[in-house]
């Protein structure tokens, strides 16, 4: 996504695009694993990024409740990471936190099925599996 694009799509969520929200953004963007704020702004300060800790967790805050990131328990510690916009799921290596985003069709005719057994109506659902990925087993 270009920077043009990004700064409309934080306008469109409502969001200013500043220069720390555009720093997080474009950290996470291509990245196949979870990040901690911790550990991302370690990476940001490593790289020169003037940005503090606080800002950090305020900023991957606001853009996962603007749906920009997914977020995830990684040992009692929330995991940010940005994912598409469509409906999906995740396989979350349990070793090295990579996350494969898995269709929504891969899912969703079975989360009905067991619901509509059990007379219940969907109105949400998050389906992650966790697990060991290949390169870590192998």
């Known amino acids: 996504m270009t920077t043009y694009a990004t700064e409309l799509a934080l306008r469109e969520a409502g969001l200013r695009a500043t220069r720390q929200r555009l720093t997080v953004l474009d950290a996470l963007r291509g990245r196949g694993d979870t990040v901690t704020a ?3 702004h370690m990476e940001l300060r490593q790289a020169g990024e003037p940005i503090g800790l606080t800002t950090v967790y305020r900023t991957l805050a606001a853009l996962a409740d603007a749906g920009f990131l997914d977020t995830f ?3 009692g510690e929330q995991a940010f990471r940005l994912c598409g916009d469509a409906h999906h799921h995740h396989l979350v290596c349990e070793t090295c936190n990579t996350v494969e985003e898995i269709t929504a069709e891969e899912v969703e005719r079975w989360v009905h099925e067991v619901a509509s057994a059990r007379g219940f ?3 949400g659902h998050r389906a992650d599996i966790f697990g060991v990925c290949p390169a870590c087993r192998g």
């Open 38 to 40: 911790q550990d991302l």
């Open 73 to 75: 328990d990684r040992e």
């Open 121 to 123: 109506s969907v109105t």
